[in-house]
């Protein structure tokens, strides 16, 4: 492997860590997109994303009595170029989360399961102390589970051969080689160890694997034809945006966009592989927000969260934040190349899906969180004109978030 791309495939991984790079001067033209004057402020904001470096950015906004806005700007893919519609199908990253956590609560439901049973009682040996914790607090990152992403020996291994298959059991291995971060219960830490662990209690528990699960569970009576999780295919069926790292960063010595769509998702498994579509996202947070997934009891159990800080929760795979328009239910998820954030009501009625084809730069982050805030407000349909930018949120992916 030559040094460019093992330089380039750094970038990738180290871009899904932090949720930053450096600034870029390239951008892709504007390209067609479903314009309605009511949100033709958050148009603009969209084509100035491509503007600033962004290949390609989709919204779609549902304030809850008409019909849901949709719009894009930029590419779905550079070379040939190739335009963006809002139906596009993103890698989804860390939303992910969210899907597994209901398989998980379903099976709470089902009597098969339970939120206090410890981790050996389920994967006997495979976590130092298991006996100590429980699903609960893999769900809402109360562990102290290392997070297997944060190993740099695991970042040379994805370098080397983008395209190798991890094992869970593997991705589990590198976490416990580092000692806990702390008791469990006691503190909270993002790790996406604890969803991997997830995983392989689901597929104890069912004896099927995690996509077969979310298949039956989620996907098919959702009617959600366009969100698939694969297990080890690099390749993104259909209609699709292509992910892309932008030059300006040492790492990537080129002055082009490189595209970085191809990529072994198994390294990702329960914590981040899912792929999907914003209709489908806002179809899946209805359904589960409005209590067609999950049993009042179990949802409660779900909504209830460990509170970090005045204005962020984190509770069984989904997070709520304050904000200046209401308060939002969600998650947000960070790949090499996609950047997806997914935000509801507490009822699910009103709905925001916001998808871009690269991750955050010194130059797009700022203008991403202006426009989230005025996606926030369009989806309670408050006046967005004075939306001000909301820095938690995309600093939030990058720093608790990862």
């Given at each position: 492997m030559t040094r460019t791309v093992r330089s380039?495939?750094?970038?990738?991984?180290l871009v899904m860590l932090v949720g930053l790079i450096a600034p870029s001067s390239v951008s892709a033209a504007p390209a067609p997109a479903e314009r309605q004057p009511e949100n033709a402020r958050l148009?603009?904001?969209?084509?100035?994303?491509?503007?600033?470096?962004?290949?390609?950015?989709?919204?779609l906004v549902d304030d809850g009595p008409g019909p849901a806005w949709r719009g894009a700007s930029g590419a779905a893919q550079l070379d040939p170029l190739v335009p963006l519609r809002p139906s596009a199908r993103f890698r989804v990253g860390s939303i992910t989360k969210t899907?597994?956590?209901?398989v998980v609560l379903q099976l709470v439901g089902e009597g098969r399961l339970r939120l206090d049973d410890s981790v050996e009682r389920w994967l006997p040996g495979l976590v130092p102390g298991g006996h100590a914790i429980n699903v609960r607090q893999l769900l809402n990152h109360t562990s102290?589970?290392?997070n297997y992403t944060d190993d740099p020996e695991l970042l040379n291994a994805v370098i080397a051969d983008p395209l190798r298959t991890f094992t869970?059991?593997?991705?589990?291995a590198v976490a416990t080689a580092h000692p806990p971060l702390f008791e469990p219960g006691t503190s909270w830490s993002y790790s996406n160890t604890n969803y991997i662990l997830t995983g392989l209690i689901i597929r104890t528990v069912t004896g099927r694997g995690v996509q077969a699960e979310l298949q039956r569970r989620i996907f098919t009576p959702l009617g959600l034809r366009d969100t698939s999780f694969p297990v080890t295919d690099p390749d993104i069926a259909g209609y699709h945006a292509h992910g892309y790292l932008l030059p300006g960063n040492p790492f990537i010595p080129t002055d082009v966009p490189i595209d970085v769509t191809r990529i072994n998702p198994s390294w990702a498994w329960a914590a981040g592989a899912v792929i999907s579509t914003a209709d489908d996202l806002a179809r899946f947070y209805r359904a589960l927000l409005g209590g067609r997934l999950l049993r009042p009891a179990l949802l409660r159990e779900m909504l209830t969260t460990v509170q970090l800080d005045p204005v962020f929760g984190y509770g069984l795979g989904i997070f709520s934040m304050r904000t200046a328009c209401g308060t939002i239910w969600g998650h947000d998820g960070g790949v090499p190349g996609y950047v997806t954030f997914a935000f509801n009501n507490r009822q699910g009625t009103r709905n925001l899906v916001l998808m871009m084809s690269t991750n955050p730069d010194a130059q797009t982050g700022p203008l991403l969180d202006l426009t989230l805030s005025t996606a926030v407000c369009e989806?309670?349909?408050?006046?967005?004109?004075?939306?001000?930018?909301m820095p938690t949120q995309v600093t939030r992916a990058a720093a608790l978030l990862r």
């Open positions: 380039i495939l750094f970038t990738a991984v148009q603009a904001l969209l084509d100035e994303l491509v503007a600033t470096g962004a290949p390609g950015v989709l919204a899907f597994v956590s209901v102290g589970i290392f869970p059991e593997q991705l589990v989806m309670f349909d408050q006046d967005a004109s004075h939306a001000a930018p």
